[in-house]
């Protein structure tokens, strides 16, 4: 009966056709428009997918780019908590950096105080500042040691001028915080981590911001962009630093992209109400051409439907059964590949894979079609339009018809090359650390948490007398006998250090002696400890052996040493006390005969003057002047000697003993018309008798040895030093030849006749031994003819504050 209606209608609609062009049209119009709607809600997805992937991108870069800050401060807190830094900071800094590329500077500091940072050039004003001195420094610092982990500060202005953002990585020592391992990333290398270039010129409006732990107010890295935006915006936290990703479609081109299509399906209805009008006698032939549009569209829905499943950049649909493949417009951004390129070749794809990954790809896909898997995942490197290769994961859904075969594969591409790139630096500083480990001179032993050795390194094979190959790790402690330093009492499994560490005991210093394989005894030090994930697991324990057995030799040879020279010290000693006291006595012995000498002389040439000839009286003279000469020797070689006495040293005046000195030389100044000019003298700590000395004797040597005709001018100088006292004694005379400068510093060394001038050579030498007490330098600058100048210096004591 239902037939015979719907008969009925038709005949009536063939009957009218204007009624039947009017209602094609309204259908036409309702089902076109249902279909830009669609597409509308379509585009939308598209969009709001967009903005997902765009923002789940640059949260990768973000991750992948400061994953070397993770594993650079690891390194350095390890390196610090091990065996401290010290002097090879630089070199330590230098190797980290070297292998992060998107680090600038790399931090080591104490407590919150900057100690070391690489490079130092420019950087030069961060060295000692106390991050904890700074509010907003201080609160983010917090942050990272209640995390336990490596936490972003900034970004903010840094001291050494511009801006950036500061990693800090807590370091423990002893379960008690010491200090961090930070690293500073500059704006414009996080930008160049990120890829962020030519906002304004981008789809995306990006910007990061973060709540400002003083003023708790949003605040943005990015420069705010005027304009607003009508896009879809999507937004997901940064932990590493408390920062939010906000990306935002500048424009939504959903209504514009639609707006044609509006209008051509209007019109679309118009022409077909007009033809269903002209063609009312033909509604079966209508019927099909609407049946099969309407076909085309549902299964373009269901690709798009599908394709929002997939996880990643490119989306592409391949119909395995008419092998038409199609793929997104992120496919070009991708790889540089446009529609045209991939079309024109039907196998495009295998073509572009890596000839070392197409074999086993080709395979993999092929049993997973022929199997009743739903779901594919290949990874292999893909071929880009400018040359080189890409790493890429290809995920795809597999849609199969009743009887389980596979017709259809729908998925997408997605470029993981910068995430290789990460793994691919992450193994590289593995074996890097493990040829640092190798090469150490300190043996290490580490083992996994049930006790298993798993590192030896190479030092800890000779300490046993072991090749690489020898022995296997896992059965290390078959191999190995320890004693206790005695070097005869086995030391028990559980009394090791390994054993102890991995049990949660500290071990420090533990002195065992191991027998080597060839039958040497090695003594070692022995520290460790339990190694400890950032959230307390325990995954095994580490030792570090220092071989102290060449130590502990030369420890016995020194003490050996140090006793012989001991006694040979009381030997000196003994000997020098009588020897100075042969000095004195025989001094003050011979001066007595020379006095008696001189005064028999005297008494001759008194008495008999006046019968004695010229010769007789030449001779006498010479007689006295002999005996007076040697009674100077004598009483010169007292000073000397006397010179070494270690009398008490006290604080005085330098300008007091120089007023002294002028008035005992106040005939000679006065007789010679000398000028002698001083700088400000300080207060010494020395032995006043001596430096009194001294000063006598260099100002002397100046009056003595003057320029003929000329009035001489003598001149006192000084210059404060941090760990001595310098002083110099400058005048106009005859001046030293270069050749004689060290040699009138030896006793009895004269450069003049007695004829020219008086004196017995050992002025200097006594000022030599009186500046050498005080742990000093003396030394002459001169010339013949041009005066001279006399340098010396004298040691000032640890607790003197002049």
């Known amino acids: 009966m239902m037939r015979s209606k719907i008969k009925s209608l038709l005949k009536n609609f063939n009957k009218r056709p204007i009624l039947t062009g009017i209602a094609v049209f309204f259908i036409s119009l309702g089902l076109t428009q249902f279909l830009t709607y669609k597409d509308f809600l379509l585009i939308k997805s598209y969009e709001k997918e967009s903005v997902i992937e765009r923002t789940n991108l640059i949260e990768k870069k973000i991750m992948a780019g400061l994953s070397n800050a993770l594993s650079a401060t690891k390194t350095l807190a390890y390196i610090e908590r091990k ?35 690489y490079p130092l050039v420019g950087n030069e004003m961060v060295i000692g500042y106390d991050i ?14 209640e995390s336990n982990t490596l936490f972003f500060a900034g970004p903010f202005e840094l001291r050494q001028g511009g801006s950036g953002i500061v990693g800090r990585l807590p370091i423990y020592k002893e379960n008690i915080f010491w200090g961090f391992a930070a690293v500073v990333v500059r704006l414009e290398t996080f930008y160049e981590i990120i890829g962020i270039e030519n906002l304004d010129q981008d789809l995306f409006a990006v910007q990061f911001s973060k709540i400002n732990p003083d003023s708790g107010e949003e605040e943005l890295f990015l420069p705010h962009q005027q304009n607003t935006f009508s896009g879809y915006t999507h937004s997901i936290p940064i932990p590493l630093g408390d920062w939010k990703l906000t990306v935002q479609l500048k424009e939504s081109q959903a209504f514009s992209k639609n707006k044609k299509a509006f209008l051509l399906r209007i019109i679309f209805s118009v022409v077909l109400g007009m ?65 045209e390129d991939f079309s024109k070749h039907p196998d495009f794809w295998n073509r572009h894979i890596h000839p070392e990954d197409f074999q086993n ?24 339009k400018d040359g080189t290769y890409a790493y890429v994961v290809d995920k795809g859904i597999i849609i199969r018809n009743e009887n389980g075969k596979a017709i259809r594969l729908i998925g997408a591409t997605q470029d993981i090359s910068k995430i290789k790139a990460t793994e691919f630096a992450i193994e590289k500083e593995k074996e890097f650390l493990k040829a640092m480990m190798e090469n150490l001179s300190e043996g290490i032993i580490a083992c996994d948490h049930n006790g298993h050795i798993t590192v030896l390194n190479k030092t800890t094979r000779e300490m046993f007398g072991f090749s690489k ?53 090695k003594i070692v030090l022995c520290s460790g400890e339990q190694i400890k994930t950032t959230d307390g697991r325990i995954i095994g324990a580490v030792v570090v052996m220092l071989d102290i057995t060449e130590k502990r030799k030369k420890d016995k ?104 000195v002028v008035i005992l030389e106040k005939n000679h100044i006065k007789r010679l018309g000398a000028v002698l000019t001083h700088d400000p003298l300080p207060n010494i700590y020395a032995v006043k008798v001596q430096i009194r000395q001294l000063l006598q004797n260099l100002i002397n040597n100046s009056l003595k040895f003057t320029t003929p005709g000329s009035k001489p001018k003598i001149h006192i100088a000084y210059q404060e030093c941090p760990k001595y006292w310098k002083f110099s004694v400058k005048d106009n005379g005859i001046g030293v030849a270069p050749e004689y400068h060290d040699k009138i510093f030896q006793i009895f060394q004269r450069l003049h006749t007695r004829q020219e001038y008086e004196g017995t050579g050992l002025g200097l030498a006594n000022c030599k031994k009186i500046v050498e007490n005080h742990q000093g330098k003396i030394k002459i600058i001169s010339n013949e003819g041009m005066g001279s100048t006399i340098f010396f210096t004298l040691m000032k004591p640890d607790t003197f504050e002049s």
């Open 83 to 117: 065996y401290g830094v010290g002097d090879d900071f630089n070199h330590i800094a230098h190797e980290i950096l070297r292998n992060n590329p998107n680090l600038d500077a790399i931090q080591l500091l104490e407590n919150g105080t900057i100690k070391y940072n």
């Open 132 to 145: 904890f001195s700074d509010s907003l420094r201080s609160k983010e610092a917090i942050k990272a040691i």
């Open 275 to 339: 033809a269903a009008w002209y063609l009312a006698i033909q509604p079966s032939i209508l019927q099909a051409k609407v049946n099969k549009q309407s076909k085309q569209l549902k299964k373009s829905n269901e690709r798009f439907e599908y394709a929002t499943l997939a996880t990643s950049d490119a989306i592409w649909d391949w119909d395995l059964v008419t092998n038409k493949v199609y793929r997104s417009e992120n496919f070009e951004k991708l790889f540089g590949y446009t529609s």
């Open 361 to 384: 790809s080709k395979i993999e896909l092929e049993n997973t079609l022929e199997s009743k898997q739903e779901y594919w995942e290949q990874e292999f490197r893909f071929l880009k």
């Open 469 to 521: 190959g020898e022995f296997e790790i896992s059965k290390w402690k078959d191999y190995y006998k320890c004693y206790q330093p005695d070097g005869v009492t086995l030391v028990n499994e559980n009394e090791t250090p390994l054993y102890k560490a991995l049990g949660g005991e500290r071990v420090s210093q533990q002195e065992l002696v191991i027998r080597s394989n060839n039958g040497q005894n």
């Open 557 to 660: 040879d020194l003490t050996k040493m140090s006793e012989d020279l001991k006694a040979r010290a009381a030997e000196l000693e003994a000997s020098n006390a009588e020897l100075e006291q042969f000095a004195y006595v025989a001094s003050h012995d011979l001066q007595e005969p020379l006095r008696m000498i001189t005064s028999f002389l005297k008494l001759i040439e008194k008495k008999y003057n006046p019968i004695l000839d010229e010769k007789g009286k030449q001779f006498i003279h010479f007689a006295m002047d002999g005996s007076i000469r040697m009674r100077q020797i004598i009483t010169d070689l007292l000073e000397y000697s006397r010179a070494g006495n270690s009398i008490q040293p006290e604080e005085f005046s330098i300008q007091e003993i120089l007023n002294e």
